[in-house]
């Protein structure tokens, strides 16, 4: 039986075509893996890659890729929107054909300790792969980012599961990455006809699990849970399109599918006085989510290809960009 992974790192780059390409390049190099997506934002200074194949040479190719952008992405020059805490921020793989979750484990702590001693990067293991319980969380590492990295590598509850602890020239450089194992994630994000970056992340505070910290009239710090289950989210400036955004992963679709996630955001929208203009996906999405959506929509048709139409549509998929559903779904770029 044909084993396939899939790995979705997400390098601290994305205005030089040059510098992506050289990453996506050492990718290429690699037999039996197929790069499947490239994505690059100018505000958010990120590019995220999708690739799959045969579970080594995934491993395989993903080492490369971290080893490229190591050599050419300055972290301490490095400004951007969204979070980050190295050259390569996350590193996940995700199980797609005949592999295990277990699998999936066993790469990302192969890689870990093969870039941690070999590339001198500071790796944090996260997901299904976490060496501990408050490591399960990405952004929970993530916390600080990577001007905070060089105070959190003296704090020893947050010793790196490989690589050097000190924050040396060369990690300087590089930052830290973190290396998991997790179910398939969609990355979502919903346009806003504002500016205002602080009504985003009223929005984001109000649906995401994590909800949002506040005093009660004791004075007391209490967390007040989010609307949406499994999804994190953040408000973020596109200053290429003049528009604010809500930011999520949809860390688990079936839970929380698009559809809610978009109809939540614009409701909240709505009650701040804006509207939701469209949406986008970072990446790729699985078929199944884009169905789910379409039957939410339009409850008579059968067609897979006539619900992704629908999806589409009233999702506001095309806003920025032609959404071409045979470079977005993951079944049809593996010819599943």
């Not at 040059?18 to 499947?36: S, Y």
């Amino acid at each position: 039986m044909k084993k396939i992974v899939e790995c979705v790192p997400n390098f601290s780059e994305g205005r030089d075509t040059r510098k992506i390409a050289q990453i996506t390049g050492e990718i290429g190099k690699v037999k039996d893996v197929k790069l499947l997506n490239v994505e690059s934002n100018a505000d958010y200074n990120r590019t995220v890659v999708t690739f799959a194949g045969k579970p080594e040479s995934v491993r395989d190719a993903a080492f490369y890729a971290i080893e490229m952008a190591a050599e050419i992405i300055d972290m301490s020059q490095h400004k951007g929107a969204h979070p980050r805490v190295g050259s390569t921020d996350v590193c996940p793989f995700v199980p797609v054909v005949h592999v295990s979750m277990e699998e999936c484990v066993a790469l990302a702590r192969s890689l870990g300790r093969e870039v941690g001693e070999w590339l001198g990067i500071p790796v944090y293991l996260y997901g299904e792969a976490a060496s501990m319980p408050e490591r399960r969380v990405l952004s929970d590492i993530r916390k600080g980012e990577y001007e905070g990295l060089a105070g959190k590598l003296k704090d020893k509850r947050w010793r790196p599961d490989y690589g050097p602890m000190e924050f040396n020239e060369q990690v300087k450089r590089t930052g830290a990455t973190v290396i998991g194992a997790r179910e398939f994630l969609i990355a979502y994000n919903v346009n806003l006809d504002t500016q205002d970056i602080q009504i985003a992340n009223n929005i984001s505070g109000i649906i995401r699990s994590s909800g949002v910290i506040k005093t009660n009239e004791k004075g007391e710090k209490v967390r007040i849970p989010g609307f949406l289950q499994h999804v994190q989210a953040m408000g973020v400036f596109l200053k290429e399109y003049g528009i604010t955004q809500v930011s999520m992963n949809l860390q688990n679709y079936k839970f929380t599918p698009m559809q809610v996630a978009f109809e939540e955001v614009k409701k909240q929208a709505q009650i701040q006085g804006v509207r939701v203009t469209g949406s986008e996906i970072v990446g790729l999405v699985p078929k199944e989510a884009l169905l789910a959506a379409g039957r939410f929509y339009a409850e008579n048709i059968s067609s897979s290809e006539e619900l992704i139409t629908v999806a589409i549509e009233n999702l506001g998929l095309c806003q920025f960009s032609p959404f071409v559903p045979e470079k977005k779904v993951v079944e049809y770029m593996l010819g599943l």
